[in-house]
């Protein structure tokens, strides 16, 4: 059974680089440069949809850099080109990422009017002082008014980015931080510890007052008893969801479905009939234009071997708390459930994981704290 399908669009300009992003954004995007990426974009677009063969799109996702950065009429014919190149499912998940203090070429409405149905803030934290140390330009107030601005506009699918253990932050400041989200009802929160990324800011010049591992696990602790205590369910090492509102784009990620890369950076996967392949898009925007513009449909991938797929399934997939069922490792890699059993079974001696009555393996609490032990269980030179 071939799996579902995503589709991922990279924007890849910010007003300017925070000094914890490891992602592929670039400070700047003046108007000629837009114009041209969007041209490359449509480019890139066509070709992909020689790749996905007519199958449906269920999800779209415009990440970045700061998407909202471009007007809701760019947004606008990116997402029409979207609709004419591909077949796209008439209730598919379209998010757009958006930075509180950004959403400045157009209203909320606007982009809701392009076709947009879910927007994901990147808030951080509601306290100002935390939000200068980590380089953002927002402040908490443009976090309160941009998520009213969208609610008003119509849209209720709304996800707040957060991060805890940031420079100087007691336990009570990170759960007042997740007080003030679950207080604007979102149907999404994203709460992610602040980690020090190779080729950042952060990573060469190292902030001060960084909590040690015991307040780091104290803040983890309180903090996901006051999501549950509002309403949010952890359904994902980081993602809190309120009831049916989980992010059905990353869910796909995380249970080894398929999806298309399209942008600067982009990473694809896709199953066909000679196996699963990834794929990866130049990271460099002016690199990645010039390659859209002299040949969109020249891909250099990769075939995952069938002894990595056991790996490549659980990066991810151990990352849900309520595990995966044996039915999907089977259909998305083609083992069995048997090879399954086998592959789990150290882990499980362990006290990693545990399967379920209904044919589940999922983390225990253990698995989920030590969840780097878990992953590299599967290696194949693991111990």
Known sequence: MTPPLSLYVHLPWCVQKCPYCDFNSHAGG???????????????????????????????????????????????????AVRAQFDVAADAEITMEANPGTVECGEPAGYRDAG???????????????????????????????VDDARRAG???????????LPGQSVAEACQDLAVAAGLEPAHISWYQLTLEPNTIFFA??????????TAHEIQDQGQALLEEQGFRQYEVSAYARENQVCRHNLNYWLFGDYLAVGAGAHGKISDSRGIFRYVKPANPLQYM????????????ALIEKDDLVFEFMLNALRLTEGFSESVFCERTGRSADQLAEA???????????????????????????????QAEFLLDSP
């Open 30 to 80: 003046d108007p000629a440069a837009r114009q041209r990426y969007l041209d490359a974009l449509l480019l890139d677009l066509e070709a992909e949809a020689s790749v996905a063969a007519g199958r449906t799109i269920e999800t779209v996702f415009l990440g970045g850099g700061t998407p909202s950065l471009f007007s809701p009429d760019e947004i606008a014919g990116l997402l029409e």
């Open 116 to 146: 947009v149905n879910r927007l994901s803030f990147g808030g951080q934290s509601f306290n100002d002082e935390h939000l200068k140390k980590l380089g953002r330009i927002h402040n908490s107030r443009d976090i309160l008014s941009t």
């Open 155 to 165: 849209i209720e699918n709304i996800n707040i980015d957060l991060m805890h253990g």
């Open 205 to 214: 010049r190292p902030p001060a007052g960084m909590p040690d591992d015991e």
């Open 290 to 301: 010039q390659t859209m513009e002299a040949d969109p449909y020249h891909r250099e991938q």
């Open 344 to 374: 789990m079974q150290s882990a499980s001696t362990k006290g990693l994981v545990v399967r379920e009555d209904n044919a589940v393996w999922r983390p225990t609490s253990l698995g989920t704290r030590f969840l780097n032990d878990l």
